[in-house]
């Protein structure tokens, strides 16, 4: 029989999602923020760059207020009202310590129960070579749950520090643990998704909803079969 996924944890009310990019939450689990803001959860977003190097035949200038700007319609549809950038360069965030400080600023600020990033190992699966963006961000959002409860690690911050971090859920995992069903913000996650137009016209020639519905129902319906038979938005949470 195959292992059935955990349902993700509902005693918390706030929670903060740490990516490098415009779009990684909504390929990963918009639908999963869609259900928990419905449920009265706050959720903050905080992006290490702006995405500005992302599409080929738009000037970094350009692109970052764009990608942005499509970011935050984006959050919207989802119920999600604070988005915030870190203006780390896209293409080359490093992971080290002014991340890290810079997460667990957020974190001490926002004071989240639950973080939620991505994928921080080197592959999708064993298949296909993940970005040292992804790498950097998820990796460092691990570290940081840790560096924001220490008084004595960045204190030139002057925040209070908070250990109140019970959990990281990471997204987009091959080792996925726990689930959240899809259903209820599968369509609020579609338009999510295709806020983003800009840069899936220059990824598809097919219709952006189209795309859009397409690559989600995929991606959820994958986990059906460990989620009672639902669709799902999956991550591996590492407890605290």
């Known amino acids: 029989m195959t292992e059935q996924l955990e349902p993700m944890p509902t005693d918390w009310r706030r929670a903060l999602a740490v990516v490098a990019h415009p779009d990684d939450l909504e390929y990963g689990c918009a639908a999963a923020v869609a259900g928990w803001t419905d449920e009265g959860r706050d959720v903050t977003y905080l992006l290490a760059s702006r995405g ?15 990608r942005e700007r499509e970011q935050r319609e984006s959050a919207a549809a989802v119920g999600v009202g604070t988005v915030e950038f870190l203006d780390h360069r896209d293409g080359v965030i490093e992971y080290g310590t002014a991340l890290r400080r810079d997460i667990a600023a957020a974190v001490r600020r926002h004071r989240p129960e639950l973080i ?9 699966g064993g298949v296909a070579w993940n970005t040292p963006d992804h790498r950097a961000v998820g990796r460092a959002a691990l570290d940081a749950a840790g560096d924001a409860g220490n008084r004595w690690i960045f204190p030139e911050l002057g925040l209070d520090p908070w250990d109140g971090v019970r959990w990281v859920a990471v ?20 338009r999510s998704l295709l806020a983003h137009r800009t840069y899936i016209e220059v990824l598809t020639d097919k219709d952006p909803e189209e795309y859009c519905r397409t690559f989600l129902t995929g991606t959820t319906g994958a986990a059906a079969d460990r989620f009672g038979g639902r669709p799902a938005v999956t991550f591996e949470l590492f407890p605290r």
Request: net charge negative; proline share 9%.
């Open 52 to 66: 500005e190097a992302g599409i080929d035949t738009i000037a970094p200038d350009e692109c970052g207020p764009l």
């Open 116 to 124: 939620i990033t991505l994928n921080h190992r080197d592959t999708w």
């Open 171 to 190: 997204a987009g995992t091959d080792r996925p643990t726990h689930a959240v069903d899809a259903t209820p913000g599968f369509e609020r996650s579609v």
